[in-house]
C-alpha cells in the first residue's frame, strides 16, 4: 500500500517487503516531480531499511543530482551503515 501526501512529497509506504517497497519508491520517483522528498520507513527491520533507503537513494540520485531525501528511520545503525556508502542525497532522522 502506498500513501502520498503531494503537499511536501511526504511518502508513507506500508509495504514490509523490501522488493515491493523499492518498486513504489522508484515507481513514485519516477513519476512525479520530487527532487526534495521525505520517506517514512521506520517500521522496517534494520536490514530492510539499509537495503531500500540504498538503493531508492542511488535511484533519486540519478534523476535529482541535487535533490535530497529524508528518510525516516528507527535505528541509527541504518544511518551508520549508509554513511559509509556516501549517498550525498540522503539524510537520516531518528523516528
Known sequence: MLKLLPQN???????TN??????CINEFI???SCETMS?????MNIIDACH????????HYVKYPDGKIK?????????EFNSKLELGNADYELY
Open 39 to 43: 520517506v517514512d520507513i521506520s517500521f
Open 52 to 59: 531500500v533507503s540504498t538503493i531508492c537513494s542511488a535511484k
Open 9 to 15: 512529497n511526504a511518502l508513507n509506504i506500508y509495504e
Open 71 to 79: 528518510w525516516k528511520i528507527s535505528s541509527e545503525l541504518v544511518k
Open 18 to 23: 523490501p522488493e515491493k517497497a523499492i518498486n
Open 30 to 32: 519516477e513519476n512525479h
